[in-house]
Structures are given as structure tokens and as C-alpha cells.
């Protein structure tokens, strides 16, 4: 396996070469900020807000990926509308199979297509009788990356 194996493990490298390194905020940043305000009631109204002021400082990273990996233009737009689309894709089945337990550690990227793998269904095949109902939610880092 190689250094950027899961998908989460990609943005990460990504972000903390070319986010975080130029004073973006990190994810856990993002996160432990929002906190305080997820954890009471009262304060949800503020959260929109709050979320749009970090997402200033929270800029995507992904398009740096797919430019080291290829330094071609066209190849490099076949693996970004391949990552694209497959985020397309495996989200709309997803949410119509009602398959949960989706996050970035068991999501995969291909180095040389772009496409998203994914892995570990178990809560599909195995114990489904554990989750009453499962909704399938894209992460907000997701989605900024798509563009």
C-alpha cells in the first residue's frame, strides 16, 4: 500500500501540503470550532454562519492531487471527471440502497483513474438488523472538492 492509500489518507496529504500549509484551517480545526455550538440547542441558528466563515479559510485541496499524479491536461481532466463522477454515482446509489456507514477511511481512491473504491460493507452484509435506518450523507470536504 502506498502512502496515500484511503481517500482520507489523500486529502490529508493534499491539505497539509498545499492547505494548511498556506494557513488554511484543518479539518479538525473546522470541527473543535463548530463544536461549541453543535453542543447546545440554543446555538444551532449560529452554526450556518460559523461553518461559512471557516469554509474561508478552508480552501480544496484535491485539485493538487490530481495535477501530481498527472502533469498532462487531458489526463488530468479524465481523472478529475472520473473522481467526479464516481462521487456522483456511489453517492446516488447509496442514499437509493440506503447504504450507511460511508466516511473517507473506507473509501479509496484509484491513483490512476481518479475513481472512488469502496470498501468494508459490513454493516450492509453482515449486521443490518443493528441500524433501523441508514442515510447516506456526503461530507461537506466532499463536496467542495467535486467544485
Known amino acids: 500500500m502506498s502512502a496515500c492509500s484511503g481517500s482520507i489518507r489523500c486529502v490529508e496529504v493534499a491539505e497539509g501540503r498545499y492547505g494548511v500549509a498556506n494557513g488554511d484551517m484543518d479539518a479538525d ?23 461559512e466563515e471557516c469554509l474561508n479559510d478552508f480552501h480544496p485541496v484535491m485539485r493538487h492531487f490530481f495535477t501530481e499524479k498527472h502533469r ?7 481523472m478529475r471527471l472520473n473522481y467526479t463522477r464516481s462521487v456522483a454515482v456511489t453517492s446516488i446509489i447509496g442514499w437509493i440502497l440506503g447504504v450507511g456507514d460511508r466516511h473517507c477511511s473506507n ?25 433501523a435506518a441508514s442515510v447516506f450523507g456526503m461530507a461537506w470536504c466532499w463536496t467542495r472538492e467535486i467544485g
Not at 498532462?72 to 479524465?78: A, I, L, R, S
Not at 479509496?108 to 443490518?128: A, N
Open 107 to 131: 473509501i479509496l481512491i484509484d491513483q490512476k483513474t481518479g475513481e472512488l473504491v469502496h470498501i468494508d460493507f459490513g454493516i450492509v452484509f453482515e449486521d443490518v438488523s443493528i441500524v
Open 72 to 78: 498532462d491536461p487531458m489526463t488530468w481532466f479524465t
Open 29 to 51: 480545526d473546522i470541527r473543535k470550532s463548530l463544536k461549541p455550538l453543535q453542543d447546545k440547542e440554543k446555538l444551532w441558528n449560529q452554526l450556518p454562519a460559523k461553518f
